[in-house]
């Protein structure tokens, strides 16, 4: 899949028109996107996330959940906590 829009650094809509909001604390991955990369959406095992995006040129992950949705009480916090 390729990005669509990225316009918002917490937001990226796929070339297949879905909608994904970007952990806070994995936004600083994403500022090397660009259109034509190409993402891989996967399924999560994680509390945090529903899904992560990952870029097959670098292996890098971010966690997203669908950009209607908020994340898990207190995930955000305890997360970046965590590192």
Do not use: C
């Not at 991955?29 to 529903?50: C, G, H, Q």
């Amino acid at each position: 899949m390729k990005i669509r829009t990225h316009a918002e650094s917490h937001i990226v809509e796929l070339d297949d028109g879905s909608l994904w909001k970007i952990f806070p604390g994995d936004l600083a991955t994403t500022l090397s996107w660009k259109p034509e990369t190409d993402l891989r959406l996967e399924p999560s095992a994680e509390r945090v996330s529903s899904h992560v995006l990952v870029n097959p040129a670098d292996q890098t992950r971010v966690r997203v959940i669908a950009a209607y949705e908020s994340w898990p009480d207190g995930a955000v916090k305890n997360a970046l906590k965590d590192g």
